[in-house]
């Protein structure tokens, strides 16, 4: 197995566990992980594309991986509302 893809896969676990802790109540934890695992590699693409995303890792860019899981995460806290949020509004 590439070390790469294990580097990949702690990023994504690590950037989920952050999102669940920061955002408890804004949607589930298996929600969060797919989110950071499509961060992982939409980061990874937009490295390779433009050939930037600072410092490699390996085969990894992880400043990169983290902007794709942030604009992921963010994007679906913003549009994945918890269902109780939606209660509220008239």
Do not use: C, K, N, W
């Not at 400043?63 to 939606?86: C, I, K, N, S, T």
């Amino acid at each position: 197995m590439s070390p790469g893809l294990l580097i990949g896969v702690l990023f994504a676990l690590i950037g989920a566990q952050v999102t669940h802790v920061v955002l408890p109540r804004r949607f589930g934890y298996p929600v969060a992980l797919a989110l950071a695992a499509a961060g992982v590699v939409a980061g990874e693409l937009v490295a390779l594309g433009l050939h930037a995303g600072g410092p490699p890792l390996g085969p990894l860019h992880p400043l990169a991986d983290a902007a794709g899981m942030a604009v992921l995460e963010v994007g679906g806290a913003l549009v994945l509302r918890a269902p109780g949020a939606r209660q509220g509004r008239a």
